[in-house]
């Protein structure tokens, strides 16, 4: 039996790339997709958006009827609509897998407890393989490092992007705190301007670079005075992101209520 696949944003560049990627997957069905009210794609046909043969989904902007064809709902939006969106999910009890970035504390925490409510969520800030690969070794590293070896985590995309740090630069750092058993929050300079004074030991630097079509480009930096180590990612397809994605539903269908990460998907934890 397949899985029915809901995907929320069909519009936007990842929506067209989890389309793309759910029609071409043998074990999963495209079920239903949505765009906000007044988008270009409403009314399209889901596989002619994403230049596949017409597959009879039209693009619509019903949730509720999402919802009701759906066993899984793949879902890369805004941090407010996903908040909603797990809320809404937790009631059915059915699977929700979150690449939204940008969320904030509370937002994660109401999505937390979605996932205690009744919804099986699987969220991550890059569903990658390489990159959840490379958060593992972040955290290996800063955890085998001392405070001699300064972590600088660099992270450039898109002239769309909207939030910065990236997720991903977000996930690194946050492997990297682990490593070192300390709070990213009280431990991370996401600014330097002006004079800023010498380098706080111990601490973990962001640097946003934006511009021209890049999908993703990562780097978590060791760096001691006598040498660097250097750990990257470079990202060249988005369908990368929607296999993960849709790897992460599988995965998910026969597992409890609750939060999940790629990390667990991949069995990294």
Known sequence: MTLKIGIVGAGGRMGRANIAAVLAHPDLTLAAAIERAGADSLGKDAGALVGA??????ITDDLDALLAASDAVIDFTTPAFTVELAHRIAASGK?????TTGCSPEDDAAIAKAGEAGATIVKSGNFSLGVNLLAAL???AAATLDTGFDIEIVEMHH??????PSGTALLLGEAAAEGRAIDLADNSVRVRDGHTG????GSIGFATLRGGGI???HSVLFSSMAETITLSHSARDRALFADGALAAALWAKDKSKGLYSMADVLGLN
């Not at 699977?95 to 690449?99: A, L």
């Not at 002239?159 to 910065?164: E, N, S, Y």
């Not at 010498?198 to 030991?201: G, H, K, L, S, Y």
């Open 198 to 201: 010498p380098r706080e030991p």
């Open 159 to 164: 002239r769309h992007k909207v939030d910065a």
């Open 53 to 58: 043969e017409p597959v009879g989904i039209t």
């Open 138 to 140: 972040v955290k290996k």
């Open 95 to 99: 699977i929700h897998v979150i690449g």
């Open 215 to 217: 999908i993703g480009e």
